[in-house]
C-alpha cells in the first residue's frame, strides 16, 4: 500500500493544487467568478464522457495503461500551465487535468481494492483515503508559496515534476497489472445493468453530491480567502487545514467503523460540515476561518473512503474498474454542474450563497444515508 500511496501522492497533488493555482491565476488575469466556475467545470468534463470507459479498460486491459494514459495527461496540463497564461490556456489545462486524473484515478482505487483480502479491503481504502488528504496537503500548501515566491509558472513547473515523477514509476513498477479482471469476460457489459441496482446507485448518487461539496470548497475557499484580504500562501496553510483535518479523521475510521455503522458516520459527519458551511461566509479573521476549514474537513474527510469501499463491495464479479468509473461518473456531473451554479450565484450574489447551497447539499446526502 506504500508504493500505491504515493503514486496517488503523486498525480492527485497536481489536481489539488492545480486548482489553487488555475482559480487564482484566473484572478489575477480578470476572470470573472462566472468564468472560473466554467474553468472550474472543465475539471469534470472529460471525466464525464469516459469515466465508465476508463473503469472497462482498467477491467480487460489492466491498471498499467490507464495510468500511463493519465500520467502523460496531467504531465501536458501542468506544462500547458507553465507555458502559457492567458484564461483559454487555462480552459486547455483544465480539460487535460480533468481527462489525465479520471484514467489514473480509476485504476489506483481499483488496485486498492483489489490488493491483499477482503478482511483488509476497509484498512486498505482507510490508507488510500489518508494518501488523498496528504496530497490534498502538498498540493495546496506547494501552490500557495510557489506562487507567492516564484510566480503562477513555477507553480505549475513543480507540479509538472510530480506528474513526470509518477509516469517514471509506472513505467519501472512490475507490480501493476498489464490484464484485468474482465478480460476473459464474453458477456457483454451493460451499464444499464448497474443502474438498476438500487443499493450501488444510492451509493452513486451520495457518492456525486459529497464530491461536489469538496469541490465547491477547493475552488471558493481560495476566493473567499481573496475577498477577504488573505495572502496566497495563508490561503494554502487554511487550505491545508482542511487536508490535515480529513487526513486525521480518516486514521480514525477504521475504528470508528468498528463501533458504528459506515452510513451512521457518514450521515453525521456531513451534517457537521454542513454547520461549518453555515459558518464559513460570516467570518473574516483568519483563525475563524482556519478553525471552520478544519471542521469541514473532518466532516468531509469521511465520505471519500466510505463511498469508495462500499461502490467496490456492492460491484458485479470482474466489474469492479466499471462500477467505479461509474461513480467517477457521477462526481464529475457535480464537478460540472455545480461549480457552473456555484459560479452563477457568486456572480450574482457574492460567495455565501455558494457555501450554503453545499450546505443544503450536505444535509440531502445525510438523509439519503439515513435512508
Known amino acids: ?53 476508463s473503469g472497462r479498460l482498467a477491467d480487460t486491459a489492466g491498471m498499467r495503461l490507464p495510468m500511463l494514459i493519465g500520467a502523460g495527461f496531467v504531465a ?4 500547458t500551465g507553465f507555458l502559457f497564461h492567458s484564461i483559454a490556456s487555462l480552459f486547455v489545462v483544465a480539460t487535460l487535468m480533468g481527462l489525465g486524473f479520471v484514467y489514473y484515478n480509476v485504476s489506483i482505487q481499483n488496485l486498492t481494492g483489489a490488493h491483499g483480502p ?38 505549475f513547473f513543480g507540479f509538472a515534476l510530480f506528474a513526470v515523477f509518477s509516469l517514471v514509476s509506472v513505467v519501472l513498477s512490475r507490480g501493476i497489472p498489464a490484464r484485468g479482471p474482465g478480460a476473459a469476460a464474453g458477456a457483454s457489459r451493460s451499464t444499464l445493468e448497474l443502474l438498476r441496482n438500487a443499493p450501488l446507485m444510492r451509493t ?22 481573496h475577498e477577504i484580504g488573505l495572502s496566497a500562501s495563508m490561503i494554502g496553510i487554511v487550505m491545508g487545514a482542511f487536508a490535515a483535518a480529513a487526513f486525521v479523521v480518516r486514521f480514525l475510521l477504521a475504528y ?18 454542513a454547520g461549518a458551511f453555515v459558518l464559513l461566509p460570516l467570518f473574516t479573521d483568519v483563525a475563524l476561518v482556519f478553525a471552520t476549514a478544519f471542521v469541514i474537513g473532518l466532516g468531509l474527510g469521511v465520505c471519500q473512503p466510505i463511498s469508495m469501499m462500499v461502490a467496490f463491495e456492492r460491484s458485479p464479479a470482474g466489474r469492479t474498474g466499471e462500477v467505479t468509473g461509474l461513480r467517477l461518473t457521477a462526481n464529475n456531473v457535480a464537478r460540472i454542474v455545480v461549480p457552473l451554479v456555484g459560479g452563477a450565484l457568486g456572480a450574482a ?21 439515513r435512508r
Request: net charge positive; with cysteine; hydrophobic share 65%.
Open 349 to 369: 450574489f457574492g460567495a455565501a450563497p455558494v457555501f450554503w447551497m453545499n450546505a443544503l447539499n450536505l444535509v440531502a446526502v445525510s438523509w439519503l444515508a
Open 256 to 273: 470508528m467503523l468498528r463501533a458504528w455503522s459506515a452510513f451512521f458516520v457518514l450521515s453525521t459527519a456531513v451534517l457537521i460540515a
Open 76 to 79: 501536458a496540463a501542468m506544462v
Open 204 to 225: 452513486v448518487v451520495m457518492s456525486g453530491l459529497m464530491v461536489a461539496a469538496w469541490e465547491l470548497f477547493l475552488f471558493y475557499m481560495p476566493l473567499r480567502g
Open 1 to 53: 500500500m506504500l508504493r500505491l500511496s504515493l503514486l496517488c501522492i503523486a498525480i492527485h497533488a497536481c489536481y489539488i493544487g492545480s486548482k489553487v493555482v488555475v482559480s487564482l491565476l484566473a484572478v489575477e488575469l480578470g476572470a470573472s467568478q462566472a468564468t472560473i466556475g466554467a474553468i472550474a467545470a472543465l475539471y469534470g468534463a472529460a471525466p464525464l464522457v469516459l469515466g465508465v470507459h
Open 118 to 155: 477482503p478482511e483488509r479491503r476497509a484498512r486498505n481504502f482507510s490508507i488510500l483515503a489518508m494518501a488523498y488528504s496528504t496530497s490534498a496537503l502538498i498540493g495546496p500548501t506547494f501552490a500557495g508559496f510557489a506562487i507567492d515566491f516564484r510566480g503562477h509558472a513555477w507553480a
